[in-house]
């Protein structure tokens, strides 16, 4: 997704571009993590507290983030 979204960008500075492709995919991973739950209530599914996908998506949505901030 950093690869797509850095590709979409245009401008001549690489690291504009590297910061803004982990700026906006660290963003749709974290509403990714934040829709999975209202998600399974419209589907009408049982809603837990902790699901594997939910985490393992807020985990790579942190990661990227940190390395926007870095």
């Known amino acids: 997704m950093i690869a797509i979204i850095f ?3 245009d401008s001549p500075d690489n690291k504009y ?3 803004m492709a982990t700026a906006y ?3 749709i991973l974290l509403a990714a ?3 999975i739950g209202p998600l399974n209530l419209i589907k009408g599914k049982n ?3 902790s699901s594997y996908l939910r ?3 807020g ?3 942190a ?3 940190i390395i926007h901030v870095i």
């Open 47 to 49: 809603n837990p507290v």
């Open 63 to 65: 990661v990227v983030s």
């Open 25 to 27: 995919t660290g963003l």
């Open 17 to 19: 571009l590297f910061s």
């Open 33 to 35: 993590t934040l829709l």
């Open 7 to 9: 590709f979409i960008l």
């Open 59 to 61: 985990i790579w949505a």
């Open 55 to 57: 985490r393992d998506i």
